[in-house]
């Protein structure tokens, strides 16, 4: 039988990449992103037994990753004046290099939910019961969240397709 130390080691391993990468979609900046992971490191830590007790740990880690994560983001916004939105004039389409960049500024705008969610499914390859454990909301909304931001990145992505073709 494993002890508390190696059971944590070995589950912290397994989502190391994808807390990383859930706060670096959240933060949008590689080192804020690694400092979110290592304070969920210590977290996890504290509270072993009950994260390796809970029914998903992963989506426990995950939601603990997204609220301090977002706690950053709104102490960035507090302290630096960040300008919202996505330039919408003809200059727009010349700016964006390519086609990728401009998804994640699109997913960087959706309301936050749907970015978690969209994250969480599309590149985590999270169930939509743990998206909702982490999200703390029902498997509904986890899955109508999940319907709009794709329709919007569609929609966006279209726009930007079909500019001046019409």
Same mark, same amino acid.
């Not at 979609?25 to 304070?39: L, N």
């Not at 709104?74 to 960049?101: C, F, K, M, P, Y």
């Not at 939910?113 to 509904?140: F, N, P, W």
């Given at each position: 039988?494993?002890?508390?130390?190696?059971?944590?080691?070995?589950?912290?391993?397994?989502?190391? $990449?994808?807390?990383?990468?859930?706060?670096? #979609?959240?933060?949008?900046?590689?080192?804020? =992103? *690694?400092?979110?992971? %290592?304070? !969920?490191?210590?977290?996890?830590?504290?509270?072993?037994?009950?994260?390796?007790?809970?029914?998903?740990?992963?989506?426990?880690?995950?939601?603990?990753?997204?609220?301090?994560?977002?706690?950053?983001?709104?102490?960035?916004?507090?302290?630096?004046?960040?300008? $919202?939105?996505?330039?919408?004039?003809?200059? #727009?389409?010349?700016?964006?290099?390519?086609? =990728? *960049?401009?998804?994640? %500024?699109? !997913?960087?705008?959706?309301?936050?939910?749907?970015?978690?969610?969209?994250?969480?499914?599309?590149?985590?390859?999270?169930?939509?019961?743990?998206?909702?454990?982490?999200?703390?909301?029902?498997?509904?909304?986890?899955?109508?969240?999940?319907?709009?931001?794709?329709?919007?990145?569609?929609?966006?992505?279209?726009?930007?397709?079909?500019?001046?073709?019409?």
């Amino acid at each position: 039988m494993k002890t508390t130390t190696e059971q944590y080691t070995e589950f912290i391993l397994s989502l190391r $990449d994808t807390v990383f990468r859930l706060a670096l #979609s959240i933060t949008g900046s590689q080192v804020e =992103a *690694e400092d979110v992971a %290592q304070d !969920i490191y210590e977290k996890v830590w504290r509270a072993r037994d009950k994260v390796l007790q809970s029914a998903y740990p992963r989506a426990y880690v995950c939601r603990m990753a997204r609220n301090l994560a977002i706690d950053r983001v709104r102490l960035r916004r507090e302290t630096t004046q960040i300008a $919202d939105g996505i330039v919408e004039d003809g200059n #727009s389409r010349a700016e964006v290099a390519n086609l =990728a *960049e401009y998804t994640r %500024q699109i !997913i960087a705008h959706l309301p936050e939910k749907q970015q978690v969610t969209i994250h969480m499914r599309d590149v985590e390859g999270y169930e939509i019961d743990e998206i909702a454990e982490v999200l703390e909301c029902d498997s509904a909304s986890v899955r109508t969240n999940l319907s709009r931001a794709r329709k919007s990145i569609r929609e966006q992505l279209l726009k930007v397709i079909s500019y001046g073709t019409e």
